[in-house]
């Protein structure tokens, strides 16, 4: 179904009018004008007030899928070891892209409904000795929340390891301090809270991270090696795409305009208001416990007495796209994606009553 009137679901979201309009511009290349560049800077700045940190800014195309592979090709090496903190299928994906090229990869695990505790990890990480350890703020599929990204940063540090989280459908919507919490690489996608096209990824990247990033010395696509130094020399490996970073800047600048604090409300008033709707209407949420549900994003179990088929196709015969899943949780587990222009009260209750009336 290409068109639905209720999207509610977890990523891409919904691109508001406002933002669309950046691609009815016809702009020159990238690669030659001093206008890219200032706007690659400018976003930085934005990117970096919203993330509180004070690392270097790296924007590059591609889904964000792309930039967590360059996490772990920039910063390991055949035989290297890492520490994949899981409590869902990203966490877990993690080691397993890592295995895929040879690093001797560890799974610290968590039940996908619940979230990770520091004490574990911490076992884990003072026997197993990781050159790099990854974690995911929001268990996108899961509808989950890692509330203790500063603990784990403490246990990265104490032991030399570099501390890489994905928080593609967190950011912006939740409240990340990624100094304080001392990420080293951090990962976040545009098409959720952000609102635009799956088309960009964001890293940021610490001193400490740098330096490996260059002992390693990957080469590819992915690489971050040739953007260390983008805009300062004003040239980059690739063609950057000017519409989507016009789109971002547009994205960017409404969250700090309108306050951080105020998105985070936002988004934390739309998923009570979907979690409350759902358990009136006797949808089971997913998480044992409800302090562990994202503020982006609800995981409700699949209602009795329907598969995942015919549920969703009930939903969108009724004009509402939710999401469906993946993995062990594909069958059992719908999500609804109330994140960036979708973290909207009206447009959760249109979506809810629609389940309601399912149901």
């Not at 009137?5 to 001093?34: C, H, M, Q, T």
């Not at 035989?79 to 892209?97: I, P, Q, T, Y």
Request: glycine share 8%; proline share 4%; charged share 25%.
């Amino acid at each position: 179904m290409e068109h639905y009137k209720i999207g509610l679901i977890p990523g891409p979201v919904k691109i508001p009018e406002e933002f669309r309009n950046a691609w009815e511009i016809d702009y020159g290349s990238s690669d030659l004008e001093d206008e890219f560049f200032e706007l690659y800077h400018q976003n930085q700045i934005l990117t970096q007030k919203i993330l509180h940190t004070k690392n270097k800014i790296v924007i590059t195309l591609g889904e964000a899928m792309s930039i967590l592979w360059a996490s772990l090709k920039c910063t390991l090496k055949q035989n290297d070891k890492m520490l994949a903190v899981s409590s869902g299928l990203f966490g877990r994906g993690f080691a397993e892209m890592a295995q895929a090229f040879g690093v001797e990869a560890e799974i610290c695990e968590f039940p996908f409904d619940e979230i990770p505790e520091p004490q574990k990890i911490y076992d884990h990480v003072k026997k197993f000795r990781p050159k790099v350890i990854t974690a995911v703020h929001c268990e996108t599929p899961s509808g989950t929340i890692t509330t203790c990204l500063n603990e784990i940063g403490k246990i990265a540090h104490e032991f030399d390891a570099l501390f890489v989280v994905d928080f593609v459908s967190s950011a912006g919507g939740v409240p990340l301090d990624v100094d304080e919490a001392k990420i080293d690489i951090g990962l976040l996608g545009s098409q959720k809270v952000l609102s635009i096209t799956p088309s960009i990824s964001i890293s940021t990247i610490s001193q400490r991270a740098w330096e490996i990033i260059d002992e390693v010395n990957y080469i590819g696509y992915e690489s971050y090696t040739c953007w260390k130094n983008v805009p300062e020399e004003k040239f980059m490996p690739y063609t950057h795409d000017w519409q989507s970073m016009k789109a971002l800047n547009l994205s960017l600048s409404k969250i700090l305009n309108n306050g951080l604090e105020n998105s985070f409300a936002r988004h934390s008033e739309a998923a009570k208001l979907c979690r409350n709707i759902g358990r009136e209407i006797g949808l089971k949420l997913f998480p044992k416990n409800e302090n562990y549900s994202s503020p982006t994003v609800t995981a409700f179990y699949i209602p009795e007495k329907f598969t995942w088929k015919n549920f969703n196709r009930s939903l969108r015969e009724h004009g509402l796209a939710v999401g469906g899943n993946y993995g062990e949780l594909a069958g059992k587990v719908f999500r609804i994606g109330h994140m960036g222009s979708q973290a909207d009260n009206e447009l959760v209750k249109a979506g809810m009553n629609i389940i309601k009336n399912i149901l």
